[in-house]
T-cell receptor, first 115, second 113 residues
C-alpha cells in the first residue's frame, strides 16, 4: 500500500459525459501528479500540482482540468468524454515539487471506460 | 526533450534464468532514472532508482540496474527469475520542472516454469 488513495476504482460512462476522479496523497506530500495509461499512448504525464498551485503540464487535453484543494487532495475533471479517453488514470504524490529528485508514490488507479 | 526506449515489449524467460530488460534514454542533461513494476490490476511500484553516485544500483526483489552514460542505457537485471516476477516493467526518466516522469512503453515479463 503506497498510501495514495484514488476513487472510484472503476468508472463506466457514456460519450459526452463529464466525470471527476479523486486522489488523496500520502500524508505530508505536497505534490500530486496525474498520469494516463492507455494501450495506444502508454503512460503519459498529464499535470502536476504543488501545494495548491499548478506546477507542470504535460499532454493534457483542453477538455481535462485538475485542481488541488487546501487539504491537498486533488481532482481530475474529464469532460465531453470520447471513446479514446478510456484508460487507467493514476495519481502519484511526492514530498516536494522542485526539479530535484523526489520519489513519486503511485495510487492504484481509476479505470475509466467510455461507452 | 527527454525520451525512453524499452527494447522488446515482451520478454519470456524460464524460472531460474537471467532476467535482462533493456532501457535506453535520451536526455540533454544528466537524468534521474527509474524502474517501476506494475502487477496486474495494481499501481506502479518503484523497483530502483539512479540519481547520482554509484552507477550500479540495487533495488527490491533482487533486481539491479547499471547506469551507463556512454551508452545512455539503464538496463534492469536479475540473476534468477522467479514466477512472482511476472509483471510489466517500466523504465522512466525524470529531469526538469516538477520531476515529472517520462515512461518507456513497458516490457511485459513472462516467467515459464
Amino acid at each position: 500500500d503506497s498510501g495514495v488513495t484514488q476513487t472510484p476504482k472503476h468508472l463506466i460512462t457514456a460519450t459526452g459525459q463529464r466525470v471527476t476522479l479523486r486522489c488523496s496523497p500520502r500524508s505530508g506530500d505536497l505534490s500530486v501528479y496525474w498520469y494516463q495509461q492507455s494501450l495506444d499512448q502508454g503512460l503519459q504525464f498529464l499535470i502536476q500540482y504543488y501545494n495548491g498551485e499548478e506546477r507542470a503540464k504535460g499532454n493534457i487535453l483542453e477538455r481535462f482540468s485538475a485542481q488541488q484543494f487546501p487539504d491537498l487532495h486533488s481532482e481530475l475533471n474529464l469532460s465531453s468524454l470520447e471513446l479514446g479517453d478510456s484508460a487507467l488514470y493514476f495519481c502519484a504524490s511526492s514530498k516536494s515539487g522542485g526539479s530535484s529528485y523526489n520519489e513519486q508514490f503511485f495510487g492504484p488507479g481509476t479505470r475509466l471506460t467510455v461507452l | 526533450a527527454q525520451s525512453v526506449t524499452q527494447l522488446g515489449s515482451h520478454v519470456s524467460v524460464s524460472e531460474g534464468a537471467l532476467v535482462l530488460l533493456r532501457c535506453n534514454y535520451s536526455s540533454s542533461v544528466p537524468p534521474y532514472l527509474f524502474w517501476y513494476v506494475q502487477y496486474p490490476n495494481q499501481g506502479l511500484q518503484l523497483l530502483l532508482k539512479y540519481t547520482t553516485g554509484a552507477t550500479l544500483v540495487k533495488g527490491i526483489n533482487g533486481f539491479e540496474a547499471e547506469f551507463k552514460k556512454s551508452e545512455t542505457s539503464f538496463h534492469l537485471t536479475k540473476p534468477s527469475a522467479h514466477m512472482s516476477d511476472a509483471a510489466e516493467y517500466f523504465c522512466a526518466v525524470s529531469r526538469g520542472q516538477g520531476g515529472k516522469l517520462i515512461f518507456g512503453q513497458g516490457t511485459e515479463l513472462s516467467v515459464k516454469p
